[in-house]
Each structure stands twice: as structure tokens, then as C-alpha cells.
């Protein structure tokens, strides 16, 4: 069973920066893709970045791009995202998504995705 532990989430204000982790185990694909998706209380679960592995492909939702980015490293097999210039409305929980391959759905949608870790938790104050 494929596992993905997230890290890395806490406090920050407002033009802090911060990384989150995702160790993934037992992802026996050579090709998949992995994804960070946040959910705020009361707001639908959305996605933040999409990388294609083992290429270089990423996406990222409006919303973060050129404040965050999406890498892995393939030694350790975990997925990170840095995030900086955090504003309050990224405040969410955080979580880690991987999938073999889509099956018609795009990149920042939940259903697109079979594996899910626990998420962690990030808070930006003003």
C-alpha cells in the first residue's frame, strides 16, 4: 500500500516562508504524478502544484505561482513545496496526492488522485 507522510507545516506571518515535505513509500511506478492540494475550513479541497515524475513537467494554480514551487528528490523519494511570500489566505491544510496516471480529469481536481497523506497544517497571520 502505497503511503505518503506529509511534514514541515506550523506558523508563519505574512511574508514568511516555509517547506513541507511528503516521504512517499511503496510507489512502485516509474512514472506518476504528485501533487500538493490545501483545504481551508469550509472551502472545497484545491490544488496548489502538480509535478509529472520522472520528467520535469509542473503546474501550479494561480494563486501560487511565483511563490511557490513543487520539487522532489528522487534519492529520498519525497516531494517538497516551498513556499514563500505567505499571505493569510494560505492559511489550509496541507496535503500530499499521487497517482499512477489521470484518467481524464485534470491536475488540481481531488478525483484525479488514489493516494492521499494525512496532511499537515499551515497557518500565515497577519
Known amino acids: 500500500q502505497v503511503q505518503l507522510v506529509e511534514s514541515g507545516g506550523g506558523s508563519e506571518q505574512t511574508g514568511g516562508s516555509l517547506r513541507l515535505s511528503c516521504a512517499a513509500s511503496r510507489l512502485s511506478y516509474s512514472r506518476y504524478w504528485m501533487a500538493w492540494f490545501r483545504q481551508a475550513p469550509g472551502k472545497e479541497r484545491e490544488g496548489v502544484a502538480a509535478?509529472?515524475?520522472?520528467?520535469?513537467?509542473?503546474y501550479y494554480a494561480d494563486s501560487v505561482k511565483d511563490r511557490f514551487t513543487i520539487s522532489r528528490a528522487a534519492a529520498k523519494n519525497t516531494l517538497y513545496l516551498q513556499m514563500n511570500s505567505l499571505k493569510p489566505e494560505d492559511t489550509a491544510m496541507y496535503y500530499c496526492?499521487?497517482?499512477?496516471?489521470?484518467?481524464?480529469?485534470?491536475?488540481?481536481?481531488?478525483?484525479?488522485?488514489?493516494?492521499w497523506g494525512q496532511g499537515t497544517q499551515v497557518t500565515v497571520s497577519s
Open positions: 509535478i509529472y515524475i520522472p520528467g520535469v513537467d509542473t
Open positions: 496526492a499521487a497517482v499512477s496516471r489521470f484518467r481524464g480529469n485534470p491536475w488540481f481536481r481531488p478525483e484525479s488522485y488514489d493516494y
